[in-house]
T-cell receptor, first 109, second 114 residues
Framework: GIQVEQSPPDLILQEGANSTLRCNFS?????LQWFHQNPWGQLINLFY???GTKQNGRLSATTVATERYSLLYISSSQTTDSGVYFC???????????FGTGTRLAVRP | GAVVSQHPSRVICKSGTSVKIECRSL??????MFWYRQFPKQSLMLMAT?????????EQGVEKDKFLINHASLTLSTLTVTSAHPEDSSFYIC??????????FGSGTQLSVL
């Protein structure tokens, strides 16, 4: 199956800082999504982005499908951004999302 | 939006008993739902794909007789952990595909087996 790796595994930011999270995948994909899991376990869908760039408020994401990576940008981070960020991908010939290893983010006040 | 409701949020049970977890799509119909398991500080592992009106598809290594899945309607899937053991203790999460192929999750169920 497809391999999905994320970096960095852990990240500590001061409130107001910007950050970039990376997701590498081992195969061509037809589906890539970013999620945020809050400290209580709830997963929120941030982006559906198999290719191109999208923005939603302080968050934006870019997927370069030909180079098999996706980036999630967080600007002006807030303490409520803390939690774990997962990317998940489906290979073009498959139908199931495979989740990456996650990036654990802590934003300090 | 696409709201997925999961119940209960937390359950504690004795070894040998069975526990049922419900997953409902509140504002959309879901012909397919997914059940995941997550251990502390780890990623999500797909357990099975639940298909409305047909048998679930289980991932390799997941015991279908232990983790019973029923998807009897377009808005409800249930996961029953039968004859629970302490090693079944985990965080279980359901999800469904909503608008534009986006995956939406329930709030999860923390199962503790004593």
């Amino acid at each position: 199956g497809i391999q999905v790796e994320q970096s960095p595994p852990d990240l500590i930011l001061q409130e107001g800082a910007n950050s970039t999270l990376r997701c590498n995948f081992s195969d061509s994909v037809n589906n890539l999504q970013w999620f945020h899991q809050n400290p209580w376990g709830q997963l929120i869908n941030l982006f559906y982005i198999p290719s191109g760039t999208k923005q939603n408020g302080r968050l934006s994401a870019t997927t370069v499908a030909t180079e098999r990576y996706s980036l999630l940008y967080i600007s002006s981070s807030q303490t409520t951004d803390s939690g774990v960020y997962f990317c998940a991908a489906t290979k073009s010939s498959g139908d199931k999302l495979t989740f990456g290893t996650g990036t654990r983010l802590a934003v300090r006040p | 939006g696409a709201v997925v409701s999961q119940h209960p949020s937390r359950v504690i049970c004795k070894s040998g008993t069975s526990v049922k977890i419900e997953c409902r799509s509140l504002d959309f119909q879901a012909t397919t739902m997914f059940w995941y398991r997550q251990f502390p500080k780890q990623s999500l592992m797909l357990m099975a794909t639940s298909n409305e009106g047909s048998k679930a598809t289980y991932e390799q290594g997941v015991e279908k007789d232990k983790f019973l899945i029923n998807h009897a309607s377009l808005t409800l899937s249930t996961l029953t952990v039968t004859s629970a053991h302490p090693e079944d203790s985990s965080f279980y999460i359901c999800s469904a595909i909503g608008d534009n192929r986006k995956l939406f999750f329930g709030s999860g169920t923390q199962l503790s087996v004593l």
